[in-house]
């Protein structure tokens, strides 16, 4: 499996953007799905998270503005950002775990800056 993430970009604050995932292979089975974050001088962090059976997590920074959704016939996942701080700057990366194997995306930056 291969991920192509796309979406970043520069938004003020309170702006939205809709990351993409987009898988070379199948997502169906997958067992989890998720996007993770990297600001400049801090630790990679998970974001969201949604397992095969559609439930979904939610890092407290993000819960109630960001959305994860996977689409099984686009082996696509996305990751809706509203409601933009200037916290949210960050490199964000997606991650499929599937048959044991963790596969990461090249990360697409996001600016959220006035």
């Known amino acids: 499996v291969q991920l192509q993430a796309s979406g970043g970009g520069l938004v003020q604050p309170g702006g939205s953007l809709r990351l993409s995932c987009a898988a070379s292979?199948?997502?169906?089975?997958?067992?989890?799905m998720g996007w993770y974050r990297q600001a400049p001088g801090k630790q990679r962090e998970l974001v969201a998270s949604?397992?095969?059976?559609?439930?979904?997590y939610y890092s407290g920074s993000v819960r109630g503005r960001f959305t994860i959704s996977r689409d099984n016939a686009k082996n696509t996942m996305y990751l809706q950002m509203n409601s933009l701080k200037t916290e949210d700057t960050a490199v964000y990366y997606c991650?499929?775990?599937?048959?044991?194997?963790?596969?990461w995306g090249q990360g697409t930056l996001v600016t959220v800056s006035s």
């Open positions: 991650h499929v775990y599937k048959g044991g194997i963790d596969y």
């Open positions: 292979g199948s997502i169906f089975s997958a067992d989890i």
């Open positions: 949604i397992r095969r059976g559609g439930s979904t």
